[in-house]
């Protein structure tokens, strides 16, 4: 249902870290990295709303440091164009079909 653009869900990760390993800072620094994040409702081929730029955050501080990394990148002029990414709080997380899961480790092509 997703596919449709009609629910207003969002593709996205969900990642659980160990703060003590790695900051939410630098999971930021790969987030911006990863992806586009000054195109309206698409990245790459895949197009609609389910396909926006967004970083869901947990907590005030997430929220704030997410916001202080998109000023900061904003400010740098580091994009061509604008970021259109959207800062908003998490809601409830539904994992999609097995076939998506753990796709970084099924599909070494697309690895970093």
């Known amino acids: 249902m997703v596919s449709t653009g009609e629910t207003g869900h969002a593709e996205a990760v969900q990642i659980e870290y160990d703060p003590s390993l790695v900051s939410y800072e630098k999971l930021l620094t ?28 947990h907590t005030e ?5 997410a916001l202080k990394s998109y000023q ?4 740098r002029r580091a994009f061509r164009e604008p970021i259109v ?12 079909e097995p076939y998506h899961q753990d796709y970084y480790n099924n599909h ?5």
């Open 108 to 112: 070494p092509r697309f690895q970093l």
């Open 30 to 57: 790969v987030f911006w990295k990863v992806h586009d994040p000054t195109t309206l409702n698409s990245q790459g081929d895949d197009f609609g709303t389910q396909y926006r730029s967004v970083i869901f955050f």
């Open 72 to 75: 900061d990148l904003t400010t």
């Open 85 to 96: 990414t959207d800062l908003a709080p998490a809601a409830p997380f539904f994992p999609a």
């Open 61 to 65: 501080a997430q929220r704030k440091a």
